[in-house]
């Protein structure tokens, strides 16, 4: 049983900076697509971000365009954590965050194709 725990979320100024952090245990995730996810108050989830692996020590990132540019998704294996910094951020991304773990090679932005998720943790971003 895979278990993910978010955290860093926080309240930021518009404009501001973010660390999100979410630490897997279960098992080791080196070859496996980590995925974040947010929602935002009277609205559906909605694909943020994902990082894949593509053959040796090769990632891919994928990012959803309201967030290109101004979001970084990483991770550390050796630490079983994957991290997505905010920079810029907008009123807008104001949301609960969730990663997610995705045991096959699916769609990586389609949240029934994860697994396993975190519990969620909150970014709230001031005007």
């Known amino acids: 049983q895979e278990q993910l725990v978010e955290s860093g979320g926080g309240l930021v100024q518009a404009g501001g900076s973010l660390r999100l952090s979410c630490a897997a245990s279960?098992?080791?995730?080196?070859?496996?697509?980590m995925g974040w996810f947010r929602q935002a108050p009277g609205k559906e989830r909605e694909f943020v971000s994902a990082i894949r692996w593509s053959g040796a020590s090769t990632y891919y990132a994928y990012y959803a365009g309201s967030v290109k540019g101004r979001f970084t998704i990483s991770r550390d294996n050796a630490k079983n954590t994957v991290y997505l910094q905010m920079n810029s951020v907008k009123p807008e991304d104001t949301a609960v965050y969730y990663c997610a773990f995705q045991t096959s090679y699916s769609d990586y932005s389609d949240l029934r194709e994860y697994d396993y998720w975190g519990q969620g943790t909150q970014v709230t971003v001031s005007s």
């Open positions: 279960g098992r080791t995730f080196s070859r496996n697509t």
